[in-house]
């Protein structure tokens, strides 16, 4: 079993950069592979980005091409997902979660999940 912890939301202003985090517990975390997903204001959540068990390859949202970067350091159990040139719409909760199969971009693939940290954006 893996638990998820996020860190790192918060208020920002637009144009900035933000790291978000995912700490992982569990023996078996290098096996996973990670995602992120988030969910704006009376939206559904949506995927934005994941990364195989290994870190190899990475698949990204359409919205979250040339912006978001994830990554993960298996040593140290962490997930994350690097935002740039933050935007407005970029206001949600983001979500990290983990699947014991391969990269994947649909929520139904995941098998646990955090609770999830608020990013809020001011213009």
């Known amino acids: 079993q893996v638990q998820l912890v996020e860190s790192g939301g918060g208020l920002v202003q637009a144009g900035g950069s933000l790291r978000l985090s995912c700490a992982a517990s569990g023996r078996m975390f290098s096996s996973y592979a990670m995602g992120w997903f988030r969910q704006a204001p009376g939206k559904e959540r949506e995927f934005v980005a994941a990364?195989?068990?290994?870190?190899?390859?990475?698949a990204y949202a359409d919205s979250a091409k040339g912006r978001f970067t994830i990554s993960r350091d298996n040593a140290k159990l962490m997930v994350y997902l690097q935002i740039n040139l933050i935007e407005p719409e970029d206001t949600a909760v983001y979500y990290c979660a983990a699947n014991r199969g391969g990269i994947a971009t649909t929520e139904p693939a995941y098998d646990y999940w955090g609770q999830g940290t608020q990013l809020t954006v001011s213009s």
């Open positions: 990364i195989s068990s290994r870190g190899v390859s990475t």
